[in-house]
């Protein structure tokens, strides 16, 4: 057994997890690896954000979360993976095609030289890829999950292109580097990892939509036929809101976010609910157009639009969904129809993932142990 590091980097916190990752053995199937210890630190909140006083921020949040697993751990993890959320990244979905008069075998070094190739056209001197992976291969039109050593004339992938800017990674490395005394970082996104998730237990002829609703950034992609097919993001998440509710109602965002928080948990008097509730009907009219508007970037080819899987500040989180709810879209064979949401949560994942007895819940370092488990050979189906 040893210990692998999950970093998670949202747009306004880092979480961080040990997990006691068990060794394979020949005939016995592993349950999904342990998460023995956590922390989430969060930046303090900004009036204004200043890119500087940003990161800034969140290099201190990590440092702190890595410091905390450190007094927590046993020993100093021999692996740490790294989840970046928006806007430390941004990703495209790529499809790289070869067709040929006569039949070719599909080899694993013709795939990675035909995707590398594709991808090549996304390098940037001042960014660097942080995955590049593969979500379907298709022969002569079928879908396929093991085409190598097959003879096809039309050979279609499409993978997943991520890419960081190298001065922010950078910064991330050196703060790894003062704690944990390691510069071997292996970086993905969380988008990835939740589609990664969503794509294992979903029904595969059908569209959903991924929500990740952030503190300053709302990112939404859709998972469509076992493909991720686009994401999209907009500047607007919990501390935004926190922000414009502050100033409609002449407050503190202190003040702002307390209130809310009483009105989520529906514990405030029926005066101060109808004068918060006023001041947030505009903010949801913005919120709802930049959420339609990104939405329509990524719809794609879907027919049907089953669900939208919604993850996030767990404090504001039944505020957005019932904002989502509210909305609808536009679908080639039915018109306009609702969006049913669902919230994760640790209930929908502890099919998956296990927890010590001392580790709090927390969703996004879940979806990504559980990812990491999956690429790793030991996650279990639910």
């Not at 046993?74 to 979905?93: C, G």
């Not at 049913?340 to 819940?361: D, G, I």
Request: net charge negative; glycine share 4%.
């Amino acid at each position: 057994m040893f210990t692998v590091a999950i970093i998670d980097i949202g747009s306004t916190s880092v979480g961080g997890a040990l997990v006691a990752e068990r060794s394979r053995r020949a005939g016995i199937n592993e349950v999904c690896s342990t998460i023995t210890a956590s922390s989430r630190n969060e930046i303090a909140f900004q009036e204004q954000i200043d890119l500087d006083h940003f990161l800034n921020g969140m290099e201190a949040v990590l440092k702190q979360t890595l410091t905390d697993l450190q007094k927590q751990g046993r020993e100093s993890p021999r692996q740490i993976e790294i989840f970046l959320s928006a806007p430390f990244y941004a990703a495209q979905t790529v499809v790289s095609r070869r067709s040929e008069a006569q039949p070719f075998t599909v080899t694993p070094k013709l795939v990675s030289e035909l995707v590398r190739s594709e991808a090549a056209k996304f390098e940037r001197d001042e960014h660097q890829f942080i995955e590049h992976k593969v979500m379907q291969f298709r022969l002569n039109g079928y879908p396929l999950i093991r085409p190598y050593g097959r003879q096809t004339t039309d050979l279609e992938v499409t993978s997943y292109v991520g890419i960081a800017s190298s001065t922010v990674l950078n910064r991330f490395r050196e703060v790894v580097h003062n704690v944990f005394h390691r510069k071997e970082l292996v970086w993905h996104s969380f988008t990835f990892a939740f589609f990664s998730l969503l794509n294992r237990v979903l029904p595969a002829d059908r569209c959903f939509l991924i929500v990740d609703i952030g503190g300053e950034i709302t990112e939404l992609s859709v998972l469509g036929k076992g493909v991720l097919r686009g994401s999209a993001s907009f500047p607007s998440g919990r501390n935004s809101l926190v922000r414009s509710l502050a100033q409609k109602l002449h407050t503190t965002s202190s003040e702002a976010y307390d209130r809310l928080k009483l009105l989520v948990n529906e514990a405030q008097h029926t005066q101060a609910k109808s004068d918060l509730l006023e001041a947030l009907t505009e903010i949801k009219i913005a919120w709802s157009q930049s959420f339609e508007d990104s939405l329509g970037q990524i719809l794609s080819d879907c027919l049907f639009f089953d669900r939208a899987y919604v993850i996030g500040d767990p404090t504001v989180m039944s505020l957005f969904r019932s904002w989502i709810a509210e909305r609808s879209i536009e679908t080639v064979v039915a018109g306009r129809q609702p969006i049913e949401t669902e919230t994760v949560t640790k209930e929908l994942l502890n099919h998956f993932c296990q927890l010590a007895s001392s580790v709090a819940p927390d969703p996004s370092l879940m979806v990504e142990t559980i990812f990491y488990d999956t690429i790793t050979g030991l996650a279990k189906r639910p």
